[in-house]
């Protein structure tokens, strides 16, 4: 299983970004994907997650209304895009894919990309 998350950059206070996470190497039928961020200094916390099977798509409360997550299963690809940013969404974002259940754990997880960079400038 390899993910590759892309996407990443600078962006004013307000903007927009869409990440990508491009999996390889499983089903999107039998795994969730859960997009993580690390900010500097702070623990790794999850975002948002989705299992494409059913639809189900969460997110934590801090980015609820400007985050939607999604999935092209014909592309094996799952977006996070991410509108009205905010500089306390600055962080290193990862893509991340476990067996069945949605979970914000990130000790959950069985697959990691490598980060992209998100940057929020006020």
């Known amino acids: 299983v390899q993910l590759q998350a892309s996407g990443g950059g600078l962006v004013q206070a307000g903007g927009s970004l869409r990440l990508s996470c491009v999996a390889s190497g499983l089903s999107f039928d039998e795994y969730a994907i859960g997009w993580f961020r690390q900010a500097p200094g702070k623990e790794r916390e999850g975002v948002s997650c989705?299992?494409?099977?059913?639809?189900?798509?969460y997110h934590v409360d801090s980015v609820k209304g400007r985050f939607t997550i999604s999935s092209d299963d014909a592309k094996n690809t799952v977006y996070l895009q991410m509108n009205n940013l905010k500089p306390e969404d600055t962080a290193v974002y990862y893509c991340?894919?476990?067996?069945?259940?949605?979970?914000?754990?990130?000790?959950?997880?069985?697959?990691w990309g490598q980060g992209t960079l998100v940057t929020v400038s006020s």
């Open positions: 991340a894919a476990r067996y069945y259940g949605v979970s914000f754990n990130q000790n959950d997880y069985n697959y």
């Open positions: 989705i299992r494409s099977d059913d639809g189900n798509t």
